[in-house]
């Protein structure tokens, strides 16, 4: 199983950043999805989650509003839209599927959002 998060980087406040989580060795579309994230010195935090089939998602309470999840199970893959970013957005951002027993984390892609 793999997991590889792609798109993040450098952005100024207020900016958007899209991310997104390839999948591959497992059925993807069985797997409920989401995305954490753990800044320096601080406990990794659920940002959001997504179901199997993508109708129901949820969100931590400081991204509400500005942050979409979405996932394509076609292409094996979860996204991650942020927008209107701020400063303690930054972090290691970790893409996270689990069904049953199974709980799969990616590598994590950085996050800095510059004021």
């Known amino acids: 199983v793999q997991l590889v998060e792609s798109g993040g980087g450098l952005v100024q406040a207020g900016g958007s950043l899209r991310l997104s989580c390839a999948a591959s060795g497992l059925t993807f579309r069985l797997y409920y999805a989401s995305w954490y994230r753990q800044a320096p010195g601080q406990e990794r935090e659920l940002v959001a989650g997504i179901s199997d089939a993508g109708g129901n998602t949820n969100y931590g309470d400081s991204v509400k509003g500005r942050f979409t999840i979405s996932r394509d199970n076609a292409q094996n893959t979860v996204y991650l839209q942020m927008n209107s970013l701020k400063p303690e957005d930054t972090a290691v951002y970790y893409c996270?599927?689990?069904?049953?027993?199974?709980?799969?984390w990616g590598q994590g892609t950085q996050v800095t959002v510059s004021s």
């Open positions: 996270n599927v689990r069904y049953v027993g199974y709980n799969y």
